[in-house]
Every structure is written in C-alpha cells, then in structure tokens.
C-alpha cells in the first residue's frame, strides 16, 4: 500500500476521509496477488508459508534468491550467512523499495516500533531500574555501541555521523542516516493500525493470496473493522507524513 497509494493516502484513511475500500488500496492488494501468483515471493504460495528466515537468507547467499522484503531487524541476523563466517565470498547490500506508482515518491521508509523497554508494576525498586534503561538506552554513545556490536536498533535518540563508532558497518550507518535524516516516511500495520484491524490484516491476506477471498472484500472487511475502532477511539496516534 504504502508503494503504490503514497503514505498521505494511506494517513488520510488512517484519520478519514479516506477508505480502505478506495481503489487505490484494492490496486495495491490485487497487485501483491499477482505477484504471489507468479511465484515471486518464495517460489510459490504454498512454499511462501513454509519458508524459514535461514532458507532466505542461506538462498540470497547463495544467489537462489534475488532480493528479500525485511526491516532494519535484518542487521542483527544476516551476518551468520554471508563471508567468512559462513564459509562464502557472498556480500549484501540494502536499498529503499522503489515505488511502484507515478504518483508516490521514491525511497518512502516505513516507520514501526516493534518493542519496548518496560518495568513490571510489581518491581519493588522501580527507580532503580528505570536508571538502569536511562543508562542504556538515553545515551547516544551505548546505543550505538550496541548497534555496532549487535545490529541491534537503536533507541529513538538524536544521532550525526560524528556519532557513530568507527567498528559499526558502514551499510547499518547508511541506513540510520537516511532515516534520521529523512521525511519521506510510511506507516506499518502493527505501529499505526488499531489492535483488531492488524490483527485482520495479517490473518486474511492469508485468505487473498489463496483464492478464497478477493481484494475487494479483503479491503471492504479492513474498512469495516477500522471505521468501528476508529469511532471507539482505538487508533494510535498516526503522524502527518512530510514529502510523499
């Protein structure tokens, strides 16, 4: 969606007065069927649902696999499977997806949290351990620390080159700059969309890409389910996009 009807179009559904079942969405849906029907994504659908994270990796490696669609999670497990530690000359690289309609900007960067540092209600010395998340996760220099170590993501803390320590990949660097220094950005489901329409999303687009339910229903069922948390105040906070 965000490739083909822009994050704006994306953040006017997500607030109204767009709907889920504008034809732009349909299109974006109806396409990502057809690529599963050409055997684009793991060869075919069947296999798609059984495929590992260490059979893509270990086939991109390998050249059987031409490119994969990930997150910046990607750093903290790819590393096992290119070079010398994996026992290959293999090397990777990442780029933003291009967009795939005239009317979206090139390079859009989706946005997700997917985590989060928390105490438990119940701790008996939570200053404590709040000073202990502040130690890690409030200091730039920790965290970049991490993120060379680890290819961990960093905490949202403000960040220039200057601040990078020179063991980090210079690839995982690239990216953090781009971001840090974009505005170009999208919206992923389990971040922006309310718990219920998420949860929709990813169970039946199962149904979509196996013939048993079409993108017009499909979206219809999303607009549905949405506009009922959307009214009941279920939406988290979607930020206005800047250059898309």
Not at 76 to 96: M, V
Not at 123 to 147: E, I, K
Not at 185 to 193: L, Q
Request: proline share 8%.
């Amino acid at each position: 969606m965000r490739r083909i009807s822009a994050p704006r179009r994306a953040s006017s559904s997500g607030r109204c007065p767009g709907r889920w079942t504008d034809p732009v969405f349909v299109e974006a849906i109806a396409m990502l069927k057809a690529w599963f029907d050409k055997g684009w994504f793991g060869g075919s659908t069947d296999r798609y649902f059984t495929n590992k994270f260490a059979n893509v990796y270990g086939g991109l490696a390998k050249g059987e696999v031409a490119l994969m669609f990930n997150g910046s999670w990607t750093f903290s497990e790819i590393a096992p499977y290119f070079g010398k530690e994996a026992g290959n000359d293999a090397t990777w690289d990442w780029a933003p997806l291009p967009s795939m309609n005239s009317g979206v900007a090139a390079g859009v960067q989706p946005l997700s949290v997917g985590g989060a540092y928390s105490i438990n209600k119940d701790c008996r010395h939570p200053d404590q351990a709040a000073a202990v998340l502040d130690y890690f996760a409030g200091d730039p220099d920790r965290q970049l620390a991490s993120l060379a170590a680890t290819g961990v993501a960093p905490s949202p803390v403000k960040v220039a080159e200057k601040d990078f320590p020179a063991d980090v990949d210079p690839r995982v660097k690239r990216q953090y700059l781009q971001l840090s220094a974009g505005e170009n950005f999208g919206y992923t489901t389990w971040t922006f969309w309310p718990p219920k329409s998420d949860t929709y999303i990813y169970e039946q687009v199962e149904k979509v890409l196996t013939g048993q339910l079409s993108p017009q229903d499909y979206c219809a069922g999303l607009d549905k389910l949405f506009q009922e948390e959307l009214q009941a105040g279920k939406r988290p906070p979607v930020p206005a996009p800047r250059g898309a």
